[in-house]
């Protein structure tokens, strides 16, 4: 049974940063392709960045390029994203997945940029 458990969001001020983790489990994980997607109220779900399978790849939504860094540990089966310089528009529930054929949602981590 594939899993997928988002943590590390919150509420942080314009400029801030926060780290996303995301612990997966349930499929080969050093197989895919992983990526972070979020969506924000009233939005439908983006992609925000993927990496591949061996960590040396990576791609990313032109609002959050030079500001969020995406990365993976095989050895534990997680993914994180780091985010800096956060925006009030980078508001959203953010979730991880595969990023080709993605599996079932988890719940996702709420994360909100405001003063």
């Known amino acids: 049974q594939v899993q997928l458990v988002e943590s590390g969001g919150g509420l942080v001020q314009p400029g801030g940063s926060l780290t996303l983790s995301c612990a997966a489990s349930?499929?080969?994980?050093?197989?895919?392709?992983m990526a972070w997607y979020r969506q924000a109220p009233g939005k439908q779900r983006e992609l925000v960045a993927h990496?591949?399978?061996?960590?040396?790849?990576?791609t990313y939504i032109s609002s959050v390029k030079g500001r969020f860094g995406i990365s993976r540990d095989n050895a534990k089966n997680t993914v994180h994203l780091q985010m800096n310089s956060l925006k009030p528009d980078d508001t959203a529930v953010y979730y991880c997945?595969?990023?080709?054929?993605?599996?079932?949602w988890g719940q996702g981590t709420q994360v909100t940029v405001s003063s």
């Open positions: 990496i591949t399978t061996g960590g040396n790849s990576y």
């Open positions: 997945n595969t990023r080709y054929s993605p599996y079932g």
């Open positions: 349930g499929f080969t994980f050093s197989l895919a392709t």
